[in-house]
């Protein structure tokens, strides 16, 4: 693993026990995120701790002001559930695209990249699960054949990454979204672009739900 792999590993890390720890409260809105302490905390260097910084800046989890650092910002639910309300409706029509646009040769890569999450998700492991379905949704975004409307949905997936994260800490999501997946993969290899554009906004629809239950329920 080359470095610049290894710190994206290690700032992910961060980024779901900040996110843990920001929903459950145990660190309350308004509190100053010192980086060395958190490095301290993970036994890491200062680096990936400020790439998660960021990302959960991106998020809205916290605010970051130059010279004075990273403080929590309270969630708001609302405002979550209107990013995954557009992220679902972008992903749709990236899905629709592709049943319409892609090769047969890119199909080829998404039904193989859909397999090897299967097995991630059959042998539990989250870790794997989560960096293959980001090549899954990449190819999805590629496949669409519209830079425009792919830089929407990255835009997106990298605002939600932070929340996205725990769910695939959750065996029964990472089971569904990857049945979520396999009717995504046939309806893009079959052509039908109506059913793809339905099966991938439900998709984002259902990790919605999961992640505001989540919100609501350590309020």
């Known amino acids: 693993m080359n470095d610049t792999r290894e710190e994206t590993t290690l700032s992910q890390k961060v980024v779901r026990g900040l996110t843990e720890d920001i929903i459950s409260g145990r660190v309350p809105s308004g509190d100053k995120l010192e980086i060395q302490v958190i490095a301290d905390r993970f ?3 200062a680096t990936p701790v400020r790439d998660a910084l960021r990302e959960l800046a991106i998020a809205g989890l916290v605010e970051i002001v130059p010279r004075r650092g990273a403080t929590v910002l309270s969630v708001d639910v609302a405002r979550l559930r209107d ?3 557009t992220a679902a409706e972008i992903e749709g029509l990236c899905a629709r695209f592709a049943a319409e646009r892609m090769t ?5 890569r998404l039904e193989m990249v859909a397999k090897q999450a ?3 998700a059959n042998a539990g492991d989250a870790v794997l699960y989560a960096q293959i379905n980001d090549k899954f949704h990449e190819l999805l975004f590629d496949g669409a054949r519209n830079v425009s409307l792919a830089e929407l949905a ?6 939600l990454s932070p929340f996205r994260a725990k769910l695939f800490y959750q065996k029964k999501r990472v089971v569904t979204s990857d049945n979520e997946h396999e009717r995504i993969v046939e ?3 079959a052509g039908k672009p109506e059913d793809a554009q339905n099966a991938a906004r439900e998709h984002l629809s259902n990790a919605s739900l999961n992640v505001i239950e989540y919100f609501e329920a350590n309020a």
Not at 104 to 108: A, N
């Open 83 to 85: 990013m995954f309300e």
């Open 154 to 159: 990255r835009s997106f997936r990298v605002r």
């Open 43 to 45: 036994g890491i260097s």
């Open 187 to 189: 309806a893009i290899v």
């Open 104 to 108: 047969r040769s890119e199909r080829l």
């Open 118 to 120: 299967h097995e991630a």
